[in-house]
């Protein structure tokens, strides 16, 4: 792994990840798509301990979204055991590491079992001042705007705030991400150029970064890869390239 090749200087503060192609990979090696979910489990452990020895502040993996309750009910079951054993097996680990676990999306409407072994996680880590790692479970950004627009409306009509008082960094607030700065990179697996409901207003001015690897193959060294590319990156934010260098 060549770690060096990593400015220091340049880390992404907040790297976002949609996970794809657990299934893709299992069917290329003959095997059931759990197989290709636990492998991707391995990739996701893998990528949040590099993020956080390079010193990512934040990782937002894409594990779970408000669609994938379509999916066939062993599947979306095994999902949701390795959930469980991903947050609770890793919990050592992620306090040596110093990292803080959160989960943003539809938490309250997710099995108890899930929210309990979820919650314990978040409170056993929850002093830990490194990486904050994100889990987006039950999540989808349709679902996260509408909520912060019925949210906004009832402040409204309260009379707790003004129209003029709505703006980008009010709406910001009333997301499920309110705490956490919008991400500089997205990472997306499996060759597919989409963005599959994710973070849609948070993601405006971040860097996209597609990799033709199924997610199981994307490993340690794959993110370090994805980081250095996004280090040749200019980021203008709407301004011209000659301002930015003044
Ligand atoms: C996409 O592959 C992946 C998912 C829907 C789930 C991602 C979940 C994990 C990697 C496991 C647990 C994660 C944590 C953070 C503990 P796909 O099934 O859509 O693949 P396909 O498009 O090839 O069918």
Not at 118 to 132: A, E, H, L, W, Y
Not at 205 to 224: A, G, H, M, N, T
Request: proline share 2%; net charge negative.
């Amino acid at each position: 792994m060549h770690i060096d090749i990593i400015d220091k200087t340049k880390i992404p503060q907040h790297v976002a990840v949609i996970m794809d192609g657990n299934g893709r990979w299992a069917k290329k090696h003959k095997q059931e798509r759990f197989f290709g979910h636990k492998k991707g489990a391995e990739s996701a452990k893998e990528v949040t301990e590099i993020a956080s020895e390079i010193g990512v502040k934040y990782l937002t993996l894409y594990a779970f979204s408000k669609e994938n309750w379509n999916r066939p009910e062993d599947e979306v079951h095994s999902l949701m055991g390795l959930l469980i054993q991903g947050v609770t097996e890793n919990l050592d680990q992620l306090n040596d590491l110093n990292i803080k676990l959160k989960i943003i999306g539809d938490f309250e409407n997710l099995p108890e079992n899930v929210k309990k072994s979820v919650d314990d996680s978040i409170i056993s880590t929850k002093d830990n001042t490194g990486m904050t790692l994100i889990i987006a479970l039950n999540y989808g950004s349709r679902w996260e705007m509408i909520e912060a627009v019925k949210s906004i409306a009832e402040s409204y009509k309260n009379n707790d705030i003004t129209l003029n008082d709505i703006d980008d960094k009010l709406f910001s607030q009333r997301l499920t991400t309110c705490e956490i700065p919008d991400p500089d990179l997205l990472i997306r697996t499996s060759g597919e150029f989409r963005i599959s409901n994710f973070l849609l207003w948070q993601i405006s001015y971040s860097e996209l970064f597609f990799s033709e690897l199924y997610w199981p193959d994307f490993r340690k060294q794959q993110f370090i890869d994805a980081i250095v590319d996004y280090q040749k990156r200019e980021r203008r934010f709407g301004k011209t390239s000659s301002q930015l260098k003044k």
